[in-house]
């Protein structure tokens, strides 16, 4: 966050009157910039969540507390999906990230 407040504060003393009145809009974004960042730490808490209850329904199968092997199955079923997405996420936003680096100014 501050790192953002000081690039903005560099680039409106730097840049043309045109270009202030686009900083001012952006500024406007940090709002969204948010909610995506607390979507995404939301997301990532939820796969966490949903792993921990895995093993916590293969625990209780374990020590006999849990009498179905398919709710077991079943929980580490949705937590391997979530994984799985997640690592998906990350990698097309790796490979934007790249792409957009290869680009030539």
């Known amino acids: ?4 407040m000081l690039f903005n504060s560099a680039t409106s003393a730097l840049a043309p009157d045109y270009q202030k009145s686009l900083n ?8 969204n910039r948010t909610d995506f960042m ?11 969540n949903l792993q921990k209850e ?4 293969a625990k ?3 020590l006999g507390g ?7 199955m079943i929980a ?3 937590a391997n999906l979530a994984l799985q997405l997640t690592i998906e996420v990350r990698n097309k936003i ?4 790249q792409e957009i680096m290869r680009m030539q100014m």
Do not use: G, W
């Open 94 to 97: 790796v490979e934007a990230y």
């Open 60 to 62: 209780q199968l374990v």
């Open 54 to 57: 895995a093993a916590d329904s």
């Open 76 to 78: 580490y079923e949705k």
């Open 38 to 48: 607390s979507y995404l730490n939301n997301a990532l808490q939820e796969v966490d």
């Open 66 to 72: 849990e009498d179905c092997l398919h709710n077991t």
């Open 24 to 31: 001012s809009s952006l500024k406007t974004d940090n709002h």
């Open 1 to 4: 966050m501050k790192a953002e």
